[in-house]
């Protein structure tokens, strides 16, 4: 089915938002400040939820883990039940593993409440070179440890980073024009990669107004994570303000009002202290160093007639985040 390609009504300098449908309800969303940019961000997203639902292009295993021998990954020491496995290969050497198939699907049994497998957060990314699709699915799957970790702990820095550079000031202008503040908090999560979550937060006086929004970015620089983040942010509004005049039931409105926004931050970050982003060292890092592999998830015609490369990357021993969980504030997430 042919893709069709939306571009939502935006001001004049402000960054385009193109959104690619195929009629089968899956979106693809892509924003930046040049149109034809957007429109390619939108079309790989479309491409690379659509590939979600593809049959995986590499074989699958029946067995119980010691069958699959020492390079099964993702199930508990003791649970020697019999399963499908899939093959998924090392993000540093390439060598083949096996995950339960579940691993590889959208809603599995690794979602539910008393889960037959490890939780685990997964990336997908798209891209023509398919090194640069498994660094940017990687960047993913540690954006979303990133975030998951701020969210689970009182927020003690924060940051401002007017004068940063050009894009980023471009932003805070937007903002500013809307009567939005921005909160930044940064977490560096590897060496290379560091994760920003953009809170904006409506300092204006006009009623029905979003009272809240978060976007969050991953990027090889403290400039480039707060960027992304802005970017996530910025799409976020827009899209928040076109359901201004949606029925405000549930927890999708709940940051729609104003208390409820003051409350989170005041939980969240209220006492924390404000500096300039490039003291971001001010944050101690995070020291893990989980195992990550990369599944190939593009179809046939993606890979063969398009070029484009679909990578589904796992970290096992990085907990899915739930977008319910209300995590150290006690309020619902207000990431989307």
């Known amino acids: 089915m042919a893709i069709e390609f939306f571009v939502k009504a935006v001001p004049e300098n402000y960054p385009s938002i193109v959104l690619a449908k195929g009629g089968t309800g899956i979106v693809g969303r892509g924003a930046d400040w040049n149109p034809d940019l957007a429109m390619i961000k939108a079309n790989m997203e479309y491409l690379e939820r659509q590939s979600c639902f593809q049959p995986l292009s590499s074989g699958i295993v029946w067995g119980t883990k010691d069958e699959v021998g020492p390079k099964a990954r993702g199930v508990y020491a003791d649970d020697m039940r019999h399963r499908w496995w899939c093959s998924a290969l090392s993000f540093d050497t390439h060598e083949v593993y096996y995950f339960p198939l579940e691993f590889s699907q959208i809603e599995s049994s690794c979602t539910i409440d008393k889960p037959l497998i490890k939780k685990n957060s997964a990336g997908f990314a798209a891209h023509h070179n398919l090194e640069k699709a498994i660094s940017h699915g990687y960047r993913e799957v540690i954006e979303k440890k990133g975030i998951y970790l701020l969210w689970q702990e009182q927020v003690e820095h924060i940051f401002e980073a007017r004068g940063y550079n050009n894009t980023i000031d471009r932003f805070y202008h937007i903002f500013d024009e ?159």
């Open 178 to 336: 809307n009567a939005y503040g921005l909160s930044l908090l940064i977490k560096q999560m590897t060496p290379d990669i560091t994760v920003c979550g953009c809170v904006a937060t409506y300092v204006g006086q006009e009623d029905g107004r979003p009272a809240l929004v978060v976007g969050c970015g991953a990027g090889l620089s403290v400039s480039s994570s707060i960027e992304n983040a802005m970017f996530e942010c910025y799409a976020q509004l827009v899209n928040a303000m076109e359901l201004v005049d949606e029925p405000k039931n549930g927890k999708f409105h709940f940051y729609f009002k104003s208390e409820n926004a003051r409350e989170l931050v005041s939980r969240w970050f209220g006492n924390a202290k404000k500096y300039q982003a490039e003291l971001f060292n001010k944050v101690p890092a995070y020291s893990g160093n989980e195992e990550a592999f990369y599944i190939t998830r593009g179809s046939f015609f993606c890979e063969q007639n398009l070029k484009v490369h679909v990578v589904q990357v796992l970290v096992p021993d990085f907990e899915i985040y739930d977008i319910d969980d209300r995590g150290f504030p006690d309020m619902y997430s207000p990431f989307v």
